[in-house]
């Protein structure tokens, strides 16, 4: 008996392109994905895979995406850009359209901006649109009106690692994929924007924390050297995701071993009372 798992698949903009490569690592190694829960980046990769798109499919997407397929210039005072492109190249590639289509059970998160709770869209609805809220990014994007009236932007903001939403699955493990565990590299702090931005890396680290600890493994690709913003280095950032994932198989072996062993009733009911509690305070997106 193989144990279930659960992927997380962290947002990142640019560098989650490297999620191609750690799932082209897994597979090739045997690794069942028995569910993913993506925020931003990580959401549209996962929904890629999930949707049950070839993998050089995905990564042929990866290589080709610009910015201009996911945003435009809009007269909005909400934002710079619309990213309804982006639910628009999705409805055009994706196999399957919907969640309760998808052969591989997926959730996205996104973030309530009135109330900066977060939204978890999974079982039922139009996965394109799910994809676009997670990835709208506040301030550049304008926020995505979901069917409840809601604003929602990129769940990056309450759940950029979403290991506590996969562990929502049931699942018996959860493997988490972090791209920006390495921070910004290519930044120094010797300029006021340098200091803002380490200091935002920092604060985000801190919130992404608590979502690590619901992780049995987490894979780190080394994409720090990387801007968020550089869609143009999709090899490199597939190859680092390979290598990371190709790293991480004998610990993810261990893992499995050890969740084929007894534990404590006791430990397995207190873990999945934690993700219970943390799933029933999200609302569904129909």
């Not at 801007?227 to 390979?242: C, F, H, K, Q, V």
């Amino acid at each position: 008996m193989v144990p279930s798992i659960a992927l997380a698949l962290s947002g990142g903009a640019a560098r989650g392109i490297a999620h191609v490569g750690v799932l082209r690592a897994l597979t090739e190694n045997d690794i069942p994905i028995d569910a993913i829960a993506g925020t931003s980046a990580g959401a549209l990769v996962g929904g890629a895979f999930s949707s049950g798109m070839p993998l050089d499919e995905i990564e042929a997407i990866g290589r080709s995406l610009r910015w201009r397929d996911i945003g435009r210039m809009t007269m909005s005072r909400l934002g710079v850009q619309t990213n309804e492109r982006l639910e628009q190249y999705l409805l055009e590639r994706l196999p399957k359209k919907r969640f309760e289509e998808f052969p591989i059970p997926l959730a996205v998160v996104a973030t309530d901006l009135q109330t900066g709770k977060p939204v978890v869209m999974r079982e039922k609805g139009d996965v394109p649109f799910a994809i676009r809220a997670s990835c709208a990014i506040p301030g550049w994007y304008v926020p995505v009106i979901d069917v409840n009236g809601r604003q929602l932007v990129d769940g990056g903001l309450v759940a950029n690692i979403p290991a506590q939403v996969a562990r929502g699955f049931d699942v018996d493990l959860v493997i988490a994929v972090d791209v920006n565990a390495e921070g910004a590299r290519f930044l120094s702090a010797t300029s006021v924007i340098g200091v803002v931005l380490q200091s935002m890396i920092m604060v985000q680290k801190t919130a992404s924390l608590h979502q690590l600890q619901q992780a049995d493994c987490v894979i780190r690709p080394r994409v720090g050297h990387i801007r968020w913003d550089e869609m143009t280095r999709a090899d490199e950032l597939i190859s680092a995701g390979y290598k990371a994932g190709l790293e991480s198989i004998p610990e993810i072996r261990h893992v499995i071993e050890t969740a084929l062993k007894p534990t404590p009733r006791w430990y397995q009911f207190g873990r999945k009372r934690s993700s219970q509690r943390f799933i029933e305070k999200i609302p569904i997106q129909d």
